[in-house]
């Protein structure tokens, strides 16, 4: 029978294939994946859930001719074995140099979009069919692939809604429901889509003119469906029929998520997500941050019966797993929906609660209108909780948390906590939520923790790491990296420089105390996991300006720019975060202003 995988470089290569090797060929891909992702970590269960879908498409469709669109991207692998990229996704899927874990324009002319936030590509799709309506293209298909958890999204709403207002123009939605975003798909369009898988009336609260159309009718789209997502044949009519009403219509596929892989049954994610290595298995020999987050919060809230958590259709990654376990009626997954989230969390502390929002950095992002104007101008008690700070590492450029100190630095009256270790984490959670006042937020990496670092003196709330004889230089870690910068205090000293090393614990808004204390140095340096753009550095530098004090700052951060995929230490390797670099950082800043240079950034 051969081996068809081997002869696929192109989606023609893939049209040629005999239908009767497809079962085959799809083995072969489900073998390539699991070879792949359990080495190089990654998206698992959604991409073995896909693969007859994938190929279904690529037969159907002439990419990229025809306009494919991921949304979210991590059910986007099989994809990328079908266009021309299999020995490269074999050996550098998520690795400095290779592919991308999701769509990436620069790998391929078939990745139209490479946005990996979930709810996007609906309107993607309706702008690029609005410009093929105004351009008379009237023989290219736009199609939309999206997990049934993207429906959680608000902004797929606000795309079907016009999606369906235009019946002229042809969008193609194939909704690829298998139960799960992250974690099983949350609020009432899951219950909807579960009543059409097993044949039951759209609406089953009783008769009504709804019995008899689904929410997609009722919003101006044709539906087809459901269809078995293993079924290449009938995925091929499906995909046909709708090209041909030539209008906007969902095809509606059921999919198992780790389809062909018995452990992924197993798993409350069904592996959705798999760290490299592992096998599936994570087992670290120390907790990651989110672990220590989620135990403070629990023992918290046995005292505090107002404290609710909220997640953003992910509670396993951020923590909150043994939160939703002990108290699941005070645990809210609302879904893809972080704009959702913070406006929630807005009304329930308005009630009197004190709301916890646990999402990745990179999605704040998307709700960051929320916390300023319904969360911040209403000096309301919400605790953001913000994993993934800083370099993710082989997620690539639209999960690294780069941004969220800008944004927070943005914010009137948030207070931002930037804990150094496991010890600070639960202390500062416990500041966090007992703040009535107005919203707080902290923020930590996806990594294992550090040992702690403990403080030899206390300023007030400011907790000095290392003390110098001299006042010369003070170095002020965010986070993490202030071990490091306590190694590179210790390094400089050996060569006469005098570092005295602080950590402020709350890092914005900037405090008195820590002008007061910048006042007895010569120059201050500013360590931060964040873009170098609006963040500590730049606010201190303002706050001391403003108290008429220009003692010169120095800001060491990452660069301004999308990083690529790579390893989380290597990438803080590349950008200076070691102790060398910090050091480094610190003479040529102390040799500028010995020289009456500015070093203020």
Known sequence: ????????????????????????????????????????????????????????????????????????????????????????????????????????????????????????????????????????????????????????????????????????????????????????????????????????????????????????????????????????????????????????????????????????DADAERMHTIGSGTGGVVDPERPVWSEVFGEELVSIAHRRADVVAITAGAPGPTGLTAFAARFPHRCYDVGAAEQHALASAAGAATAGLHPVVAIYSTFLNRAFDQLLFDVALHRLPVTLVLGGAGITGPDGASHHGLWDLTLLAAVPGIRVAAPRDGTTLRELVGEAIGCDTGPTALRFPRDAVGPDIPAVEKWGPLEVLYRSARRDVLLMGVGPVAAECVSAARQLAEVGVHVTVVDPRWVLPITDVLIGVCLRYRLVVVVEENTVAGAVACALARALTAAGAPIPVRGMGLPHRFLSQCGRSELLDEAGFTAEGIANVVVTARTELVDGRTVTS
């Open 1 to 264: 029978m051969g081996k068809p995988l081997t002869d696929i470089a192109s989606p023609d290569d893939l049209r040629r294939l005999p239908p009767e090797q497809l079962p085959l060929l799809a083995a072969q891909i489900r073998r390539l994946l699991l070879d792949t992702v359990l080495s190089s970590g990654g998206h698992l269960g959604s991409n073995l859930g896909v693969v007859e879908l994938s190929i279904a498409l690529h037969r159907v469709f002439d990419s990229p001719r025809d306009t494919l669109l991921f949304d979210g991207g991590h059910q986007a692998y099989v994809h990328k074995i079908l266009t021309g990229r299999r020995l490269a996704f074999a050996y550098g899927l998520r690795k400095e140099g290779g592919l991308s874990g999701y769509p990436d324009r620069g790998e391929s002319e078939h990745d139209v979009i490479e946005n990996s936030h979930a709810s996007t590509a609906l309107g993607y799709a309706d702008g690029i069919a609005k410009a093929r309506a105004l351009q008379g293209v009237t023989d290219r298909a736009v199609v939309a692939v999206v997990g049934d958890g993207a429906l959680t999204g608000g902004m797929a709403y606000e795309a079907l809604n016009n999606i369906g207002a235009a019946p002229q123009r042809p969008v193609i939605v194939v909704l690829n429901d298998n139960g799960f975003s992250c974690a099983p798909t949350a609020g009432a369009i899951a219950r909807h889509l579960s009543r059409l898988r097993a044949g039951e009336p759209a609406n089953a609260l009783g008769p009504s003119v709804f019995d008899r159309t689904t929410v997609f009718e009722q919003l101006g789209l044709s539906y087809l469906g459901p269809v078995d997502g293993h079924d290449i044949p009938a995925l091929e009519n499906v995909l046909r029929q709708a090209r041909a009403l030539r209008r906007p219509v969902v095809v509606h596929v059921t999919t198992v998520k780790g389809q062909g892989y018995p452990p992924a």
